[in-house]
């Protein structure tokens, strides 16, 4: 089954740029979805397709893919920006749907 | 206006069968591209894919738990139901349900329902 591998942890300084990877075979030729997860809450959806944002959703996020890694930016970090965040994607090939094991971002 | 709710029972006894239920609206299921997923968390873990039913009543389950999972719908309540046979104790965690379009993105959730698998 395909699997996608991101990072436990990542840390950042409040105003500074933080990257989470998202690795999987061949993940470029799909399309990946992004949610944040705070502490007690469900999931909000952030990045879609790649790189789109939902409404409300703050231009800070962005995302990219290519070849085996998809990466979600997150530009000018706030305190709020600490949570958890998942990357997905559906795997058509098996009709099913992987998440990534988590990120959980921490703003120093 | 989305909204999803979960409800179910709190704490199921092990080897006993899990009935949830995800009550929508704002959407119908009968919408062409419209789907409705569960996805479960274990307490401090990563979340997981459980089971997704599109607007044609087609099926899809996880590889590992494909076994012990029904998912249905019934479009006239706007609802869908979740069934996990032979409940265990990993079994514990808090199940979403979530709208997804059918190219498998979830963009409303539900607040989520802890379930709890002891004696």
């Known amino acids: 089954s395909y699997v996608l591998t991101q990072p436990p942890s990542v840390s950042v300084a409040p105003g500074k740029t933080a990257r989470i990877t998202c690795g999987g075979n061949?993940?470029?030729?799909?399309?990946v979805h992004w949610y944040q997860q705070k502490p007690g809450q469900a999931p909000v959806l952030v990045v879609y397709d790649d790189s789109d944002r939902p409404s409300g959703i703050p231009e800070r996020f962005s995302g990219s893919n290519s070849g085996n890694t998809a990466t979600l930016t997150i530009s000018r970090v706030e305190a709020g920006d600490e949570a958890d965040y998942y990357c997905?994607?559906?795997?058509?090939?098996?009709?099913?749907?992987?998440f990534g094991g988590g990120t959980k971002l921490t703003v120093l | 206006q989305v909204t999803l709710r979960e409800s179910g029972p709190a704490l199921v006894k092990p080897t006993q069968t899990l009935t949830l239920t995800c009550t929508f609206s704002g959407f119908s299921l009968s919408t062409s591209g419209m789907c409705v997923s569960w996805i479960r968390q274990p307490p401090g873990k990563a979340l997981e894919w459980l089971a997704l039913i599109d607007w044609d009543d087609d099926k899809y389950y996880s590889t590992s738990l494909k076994t012990r999972l029904t998912i249905s719908k019934d479009t006239s309540k706007n609802q869908v139901v979740l069934t996990m046979t032979n409940m265990d104790p990993v079994d514990t965690a808090t199940y979403y349900c979530a709208r997804a379009s059918d190219s498998g993105l979830f963009d409303y959730w539900g607040q989520g329902t802890l379930v709890t698998v002891s004696s």
């Open positions: 997905q994607v559906w795997d058509s090939s098996s009709d099913y749907v992987v």
């Open positions: 061949n993940i470029g030729s799909k399309s």
